[in-house]
């Protein structure tokens, strides 16, 4: 099993910052996509952005310019640095992984979500 793990959100002022990190555990084999979603109330889940083990990005376009994410293959972690952030994004954060890992014994495809970590940016 996999298991992923978000970190960095909090409170901000409009205009600050912050880092989000999320970490995967496990016997990992591969990961071949991370990314970051976010599901503000009364809203649906959106994509914010997503990153391939060879570092091909893709951004929301009210993200674009403002939100940068970066991974560290070796320790299967990606990061969501958010700059100029506005109220709008406020929301609650997830974390989604998908590749292969192991039990020890056999190989199996996974596609795991973390807890949600919360992003409010007041006026």
């Known amino acids: 099993q996999v298991q992923l793990v978000e970190s960095g959100g909090g409170l901000v002022q409009a205009g600050g910052s912050l880092r989000l990190s999320c970490a995967a555990s496990?016997?990992?084999?591969?990961?071949?996509?991370m990314g970051w979603y976010r599901q503000a109330p009364g809203k649906q889940r959106e994509l914010v952005a997503t990153i391939t083990s060879g570092g091909i990005t893709n951004y929301a376009d009210s993200v674009k310019g403002r939100f940068t994410i970066s991974r560290d293959n070796a320790k299967n972690t990606v990061f969501l640095q958010m700059n100029s952030l506005k109220p709008e994004d406020t929301a609650v954060y997830y974390c989604?992984?998908?590749?292969?890992?192991?039990?020890?014994?056999?190989?199996?495809?996974?596609?795991?979500w973390g807890q949600g970590t919360q992003v409010t940016v007041s006026s």
């Open positions: 989604n992984a998908d590749g292969t890992y192991s039990n020890g014994r056999y190989t199996f495809a996974f596609n795991s």
């Open positions: 496990g016997i990992i084999l591969s990961i071949s996509h």
